[in-house]
């Protein structure tokens, strides 16, 4: 049973900097690719920012040059490096992976951390 557990997630202020981690347990498997998703309240969730197992990323146009995404060695951690945060980017921060399995995508999802931006 695959986990994602996140963690980093917490209050700051605007302008501020956190460091959202996310790691898999109960996996010996890479990921093919990692993101993380963000929820506000009241709003469908969104993509973030998405890296592949090449290295590849792609990003959010309203997070480009404040975010980074990268994920660990053993392709299995992702990690999302956000600066200058605007009360905007407030919501709940998911993360997800995905690896084929054969002919087969799986798709986990970790529980969520909240990030809060205060004005």
């Known amino acids: 049973q695959v986990q994602l557990v996140e963690s980093g997630g917490g209050l700051v202020q605007a302008g501020g900097s956190l460091r959202l981690s996310c790691a898999a347990s109960?996996?010996?498997?890479?990921?093919?690719?990692m993101g993380w998703y963000r929820q506000a309240p009241g709003k469908q969730r969104e993509l973030v920012a998405t890296i592949t197992s090449v290295g590849s990323t792609h990003y959010v146009d309203s997070v480009k040059g404040r975010f980074t995404i990268s994920m660990g060695n053993a392709k299995n951690t992702v990690y999302l490096q956000m600066n200058s945060l605007k009360p905007d980017d407030t919501g709940v921060y998911f993360c997800?992976?995905?690896?084929?399995?054969?002919?087969?995508?799986?798709?986990?999802w970790g529980q969520g951390t909240q990030v809060t931006v205060s004005s």
């Open positions: 109960g996996s010996i498997f890479s990921f093919n690719a």
């Open positions: 997800n992976a995905g690896r084929w399995a054969g002919t087969r995508f799986l798709d986990y």
